[in-house]
């Protein structure tokens, strides 16, 4: 387990269609998170779970967005009834628990809405 | 919640200058501060850090400076090299807040040979 791997790296999509990406994160890293990434823009934070719990979403996060993580381990990130605003490049990080400490990400996933 | 700012959004220096770039924060609760570096299409890469209890932290050319009166931290790279040329974010966490990171919007650093 050398990082934080995320599939697919690339995701072309018709507005309307739902998409599903998945997250791996480091093994002994119970916090995940997702960002959202707009060229030329800092990650904007969307979700986060500690373990399997999602203690926390972004209210940029609309109702066709949804995350899980079901055992604690891999997460899945979907976007339903795609729009062309959604397209952006998805982050996936983790980290472990306790004092604050940065985050690995991974490659993220491009999304591209035609 | 956190509020992270940044400035200069684009930065070019000659190769062997020095680049400072800064950020500013909004809620004095924050106590860690990380810096990314993404190169061209791939992930961020955490370079630096610094907690809340600590003024200034230094590893080999980049160092970074924290003024929590003023709520305001900078990072430093010396003696650039054009491999240096990415874009540089800042971060801010607050202790409560599950470890959530808000970034800045980023500088681009470009290092003319």
């Known amino acids: 387990d050398t990082g934080v791997s995320q599939d697919p790296r690339h995701k072309i999509t018709k507005r309307g269609q739902n998409v599903t990406f998945r997250c791996d994160p480091i093994?002994?890293?119970?916090?995940l998170y997702w960002y959202r990434q707009t060229l030329g823009q800092g990650p904007e934070f969307l979700t986060y779970?500690?373990?399997?719990?999602?203690?926390?979403k972004s209210r940029l996060l609309s109702d066709r967005f949804s995350a899980e993580r079901p055992k604690g381990s891999f997460s899945t990130l979907e976007i339903q009834r795609t729009e062309q605003g959604d397209s952006a490049m998805y982050l996936c990080?983790?980290?472990?628990?306790?004092?604050?400490?940065?985050?690995?990400f991974g490659s993220g996933t491009r999304l591209t809405v035609v | 919640g956190e509020n992270v700012e940044q400035h200069p959004s684009t930065l070019s220096v000659q190769e062997g200058d020095s680049a400072v770039i800064k950020c500013t924060y909004s809620?004095?609760?924050?106590?860690?501060f990380p810096w990314y570096k993404q190169e061209l299409g791939k992930r961020p890469q955490l370079i630096i850090d610094?907690?809340?209890?600590?003024g200034e932290k230094k590893d080999q050319r980049i160092a970074v400076t924290l003024n929590k009166t003023a709520k305001h931290f900078s990072l430093h790279i010396t003696e650039t090299q054009p491999e240096d040329s990415a874009v540089y974010f800042c971060?801010?966490?607050?202790?409560?807040?599950?470890?959530?990171?808000?970034f800045g919007g980023g500088t681009r650093l470009m290092v003319k040979p």
């Open positions: 990080a983790s980290s472990p628990s306790g004092t604050p400490k940065g985050y690995t």
């Open positions: 093994s002994e890293h119970n916090r």
């Open positions: 779970f500690q373990n399997e719990a999602q203690l926390e």
């Open positions: 809620d004095s609760a924050s106590n860690y």
């Open positions: 610094i907690r809340s209890n600590v």
């Open positions: 971060a801010a966490i607050l202790n409560n807040a599950g470890n959530m990171l808000t």
